[in-house]
């Protein structure tokens, strides 16, 4: 094919949590401008496979960037060059003929490694289930429009609200921090009148469990906003230490 | 021998149906509950709000996923929106209307009792998600927005941006989180179902494989919610998350439970489209966008100018002119047929020639860019990252693609399979959608069935029933074990020279050209030799590496393809059996002059449920009763 490219990968290989993992180089002759990131990873494994070796592991599943399954480190950057893209929506358009790429899984102590590229993030969901809801239970809802909310508070809040909890900020922070993480559904509830009666206990258990699960603290660096495929603020963050400190004082 | 199904319908007028069994029910004790155990399979917008609320009345639940996270089932993707019949634009809808519009949709190939209740609890949903703190779109004063959806001609969709499914999910999330937290549900993550387990007649457990270590588990309960999604990447390319798979139902299906109208499937008319070999699966652009963009091709055959040079009177906006009423917002079925048509005419556009414009020049001259972006900006952006052009300079390319399925496990009223104790809810059944679906209405069902209609008819059940104590150490447990443990063993031990995708993606190539948007008896029959002489080759043939005792999604792919393969020759031998045309379901031989679809009533007012044998398929099947609507020739002109 006319557009071919010739792409080396230096691709993560782990056996599993334990094991020791190393870099391991292959080439995919035929690859294509067209081609998805992740597309490029199943041309790779189909030859892996043919070769008689092991496929390489990475989750994926909507490859439409908004389930979050994705995640990886492509060239030291947390879902690749482009930015506001998962690497699933990424394309091979914005490399060229004869590049080499290194490919490795989010590396962090609350994301600990299972195979290759695939890392354990339900660190995320006990972070989300220590406090990250309304409580309303299903039946003991008022009508819908009996309260109403300003058009600007509720696009805010569905900024926020749009995380797609991959885990790209914490791979990306220098402390491992999931600041951003925990921030988003923080400052989405709090925008919300819904989220009001359990403002403080949700703001106290929610930082306690992501200080619990091993991640770093934050300290400015907004890494992670600059990776966010979701593009989610930063100022998410001084909301929810806004929100922290009011919950602790008062 | 054949049978007729009853779908166990409450007597009394329509709209008293489901008050009508709410009164008759019987009730668990509330100190009860927790007595009992439910194993809720999935955790999107059917599963994840089934387990939550069974969960908050008390009940003991245990939640199964594939992914890593409840958070990142198939739902999270949907785009458009969520329908109800709340009115709030006051332009005269109702719940009459919202109903009679997914029956007619549908083409009258569903039970009006269900449509209705869930035209019924529509709003329910939305006050339930406005309260779980769900972002909708808004207005300047602070009330709810809605759009308009295809088939219809009033605006009830509301969204959330273009991620109404996200959002949605994100609220049945956390409302299971926050059960889980509470230690009233048990989340298994990466956990897969491969067998149900069925003890003196009722679904009692289910066998799952732990995806990370391999390791089989048995659980054991009082009932079983099937909450798995669609089939719809039996095609291989589909809009359907990777992920997404028939493997759950369909062991139900060897276990005993009927498959209803399993040919019943929705090509989605707006999808990027395909650009080579090596493509993974589609991209839906969502259907809102017809609202505002305008579907023509050039009138010329052959025509090779770029879209911007082609002059206005030299384009053919072909929905608008063959269906003046509707227009560019006809049903999915019926604008992805006349895309299919103007391209066979040789009128496609783009390199591929299997394409036709999507155009937003007009309204963006009429609306400014400003308006355009604040509706579909992030549609327009992930239109650009895939395709590397602006839509909102050129018209974007779009053409159908498989994107949902209708049929799935037969259930009645109460959404009980025919093997008791066996619920489905959400795209795994087949019970609101007929032969086509409007678009926002299955976020609708998925939430209506798992909020609002298993809880009543769940407890029903439980409080009608009996269950003697299990260890999990029964024999039948022992057994699905084993042949789950073998069906493994056997994948893995084959060693051949092809792979899991090679075998898919020829699956994917006989469905889509034969039992795709339009069908004949002779492709029909085709597809069906083509079918078993891959599936015979697979088991000979296919190459599976790795272990079963760690992580292995090369594995999960295998067992998942092993039963597309069987149920593709159902979904043909369904499409052959069924003599008309009806909504998804085009049979050439059953068309007007002018090319619509041709329905005979007389002959296929029924649902089609095939039972599993060892010798091949059985037809039962349902007949479905219209007493409020008159059942009459779609028409969108
Ligand atoms: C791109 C796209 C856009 C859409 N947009 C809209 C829209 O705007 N409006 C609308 O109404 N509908 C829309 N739909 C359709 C709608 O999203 C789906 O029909 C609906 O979300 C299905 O929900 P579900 O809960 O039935 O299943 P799913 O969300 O598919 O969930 C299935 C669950 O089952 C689990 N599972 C599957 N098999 C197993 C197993 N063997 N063991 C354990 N767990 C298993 C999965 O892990 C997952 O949790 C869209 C669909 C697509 C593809
Ligand atoms: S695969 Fe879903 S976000 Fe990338």
Redesign the interface.
Known sequence: MANSMNITLKVWRQAGPKAKGGFETYVVPEANPHMSFLELLDVLNEQLIKEGKEPVEFDHDCREGICGSCGVVIDGQAHGPQQRTACCQLHMRHYKDGDSIVIEPWRAEGFPIIKDLVVDRTSFDRIIAAGGYISANTGAAQDANSLPIAKADADLAMDFAACIGCGACVAACPNASASLFTAAKIAQLSLLPQGDPERKSRAIAMVDQMEQEGFGDCSNHTECEAVCPKGISVSAITKMRREYMKAVIG | MSTVLDPKIPAGPLKDKWDTYKNGIKLVNPANKRKHTVLVVGTGLAGG?AA??LA?LGYHVKSFCI??????A?S??AQGGINAA?N?PNDGDTVWRLFYDTIKGGDYRSREANVHRLAQVSN?I????????V??????????DNRSFGGAQVSRTFY??G?TG??LL?GA???M??Q??KGNIE?F?RQEMLDLVVVDGKARGIITRNL?TGEYERHFADAVLLCTGGYGNVYYLSTN???SNVAAAWRCHKRGAYFANPCFTQIHPTCIPV??D????L??MSESLRNDGRVWVPKQVGDTRKPLDIPEDERDYYLERRYPSFGNLVPRDVASRNAKLATDEGRGVGETKLAVYLDFADSIKRLGRDVIEARYGNLFE?YE??T?DDPYKMPMRIFPAVHYTMGGLWVDYELQSNVPGLFVLGEANFSDHGANRLGASALMQGLADG??VI?YTLGNYIASNSFDKLTGLEAEFAEAEQSAKSRIEKVLSIKGTK?V??YHRELGRIMWDEVGMSRTTDGLKKAINDITALREDFWQNV?V??EPT?????LEFALRVADFLELGELMARDALEREESCGGHFREEHQTPEGEARRDDDGFTHVSAWEFGENGHQLHKEKLDFDNVQLTTRSYK
């Open positions: 709000s939550a609320t908050e992914q890593d996270s409840p958070r990142r198939h999270i993707a709340k709030y329910n939305i006050d339930q998600c406005v309260a779980q703190g972002p909708f779109a808004r207005e300047y004063g602070g009330l709810l959330a941006r991620q996200q959002q994100l999330y956390q409302a989180s926050r889980i937290g989340m993550a990370v998350a990777k992920n650009s080579g090596y493509q993974s699966k991209t839906l992930m990252r895939i590397g909020y609002f809880p792979t995708t090679e190459l590496p790795g760690t992580f292995n999604k090369n």
